[in-house]
Every structure is written in C-alpha cells, then in structure tokens.
C-alpha cells in the first residue's frame, strides 16, 4: 500500500452476510446535532459565548493542524482531496491565495480513512464509507460502530449488533466513532485554529506545555 492510500487491498476476506440487526452503510438513521465540551484554545478571560466546542462550525484547522490531528502526511491530505476523497468542507484551496480549511467532522473522517486503510479495505470501499458518513448526522455517527472484514463495511448502531457480526466467523476488526470523536477533541484542542467567521486565529492550549513552563519557572 503506498503512502497515498490509493492502493486496493490484495487477499481480502469475502464479504459477510449482514444479520437482520446490523445495516450496510447506506441505512444510517439521523438524529439532531449535539453540543460537547468548550474548545479549549479560548484564553481565560474571554466571555463564556466564545468558549466554542472543537466540533462547533464555527472553527476550522488547517491543513497541518488537520494532518497533525489526524495522524496523516500532508501528502496523503493532498493527495486526497484532489482526487476527490476528502475535500475540506469549509474552504477549499480556490481561490489560489486561500489555505484550505477542514472541519472538525472532516478531521474526524480523515482519521477514520486512515485507520481504514492501514487495516486493507479497499479504496473503493472507503469511498462509499465516507460519502455515507458525511451524508449522516453527527448525533448519529457517536453512536456508531464500523466493523470491517477487509472486504465490506458494516455499520452497528448496537452492542448486539456487533456480536451478530462476530458470529458470522469472520475475523472483523471495528472502529467506535463516538471514541475516535473524543478522542479528536482533545487533540485538537492543543492545536491551532481559525474562526471560520471572523479568521481569528484560536492558539491551541498543550497542558502539558503549561507545565512545563511552570517548572522552568521554578528553577
């Protein structure tokens, strides 16, 4: 597989039979967007409205905090949009002068794509994933599984949904979105990001960096 990812998996395991309890990626229920957490790059001091969450639309990353965030190259986040797998959905690179600029939500399926292909689904599998995961709401998507038998996505919305795929005696591997969700929340937040409103750049908070300047500090 090269570092692309635009290589189709060789030797992968025959698609399963989908149980009755569990649905193919095109069956996705949607439900009302939820509100989680404050976007921790507001600095102290700042009103409490502009305490914004990593996941509001008002805030965008750009390209290399998205690739950071998602664990990708910039080659792969390039290589990508312009072919169409993944575009920025808040700004794209036209015009020219313009940086692109993603969502918390494209992050989010950037890193799902990842752990897709470093698990040998295929390409064109990974395509209808995505184009079914954007088509969902995002109440839905932290609620859900993808479980995967190298061949075909499955999306479980249940525990026993998940088990009725384990019983088919495949070997699955499978993806919580709801925890990669959080998961992305607190990676972003030790980033930088961009008011997609008013192009105020929010300066990421790395607790960690906090300390460690408090100890320099100290000595």
Known sequence: MTSTGDDVAVGGLCAVHVPRTARSVADLSRSDLPRVGRFP??????PAIER??????????????????????????????????????VRSVYPASSQRLYSFRDILLLKI????????????????????????ESGDLTGLTLMCDGATVYECTTPQQVVDLLKS???????????VWQELELA???????????????????????????????V
Do not use: M
């Not at 990001?193 to 100290?218: F, I």
């Open 41 to 46: 790059a507001v600095q102290p001091g700042q």
């Open 52 to 89: 914004l969450a990593p996941s509001s639309e008002l805030i965008g990353y750009r390209g290399p905090t998205a690739c950071a965030a998602a664990g990708i190259t910039y080659r792969q986040l390039d290589y990508w949009a312009r072919t169409g797998l993944l575009e920025p959905s």
């Open 113 to 136: 794509v990842k752990r897709l292909l470093d698990a040998g689904v295929s390409l064109q599998n990974i395509r209808v994933a995505v184009a079914h995961l954007q088509s969902a």
């Open 169 to 179: 005696g495949q070997g699955v591997f499978g993806i919580a979105v709801g925890a």
């Open 188 to 218: 972003v937040g030790r980033l930088h990001a961009e008011r997609t409103d008013t192009g105020e750049t929010l300066v990421g908070h790395d607790p960690a960096d906090e300390l460690a300047q408090r100890r320099n500090r100290a």
